[in-house]
């Protein structure tokens, strides 16, 4: 099994976080306290991911080539894999070796 990403709790945050701001309950008193960054902008960094040909997919046609949102989990032997926005089962390991 590899964990990707092992801060669970820090997930768990997250969404209720997300949660709060979409519920209208999220308390920005807590801002207080947060670090600040200034001379701010969006950037884009490398995260880890599958790519390969998609099949099954309720979006996309069989046989695509795509690449995932954001691996949380996967275990090859198990052929299982998690992105952030759904499961996976895992093809032909023979592309790992």
């Known amino acids: 099994m590899t964990n990707i990403y092992a801060n669970l709790a820090a997930v768990v945050d997250l969404a209720r976080?997300?949660?709060?701001?979409?519920?209208?309950t999220f308390d920005f008193s807590v801002l207080g306290s947060a670090p600040i960054i200034d001379e701010?902008?969006?950037?884009?960094?490398?995260?880890?991911?599958?790519?390969?040909?998609?099949?099954?997919?309720?979006?996309?046609?069989?046989?695509?080539?795509?690449?995932?949102?954001?691996?949380?989990?996967?275990d090859p032997h198990k052929r299982a894999a998690r992105t952030f926005s759904r499961w996976y089962r895992l093809g032909s390991l023979e592309y790992l070796k």
């Open 17 to 24: 976080d997300l949660n709060d701001l979409e519920n209208g």
């Open 40 to 74: 701010f902008r969006i950037a884009h960094r490398t995260i880890p991911c599958l790519a390969g040909q998609i099949s099954n997919h309720p979006l996309l046609r069989d046989g695509k080539s795509s690449v995932t949102s954001q691996i949380f989990y996967m």
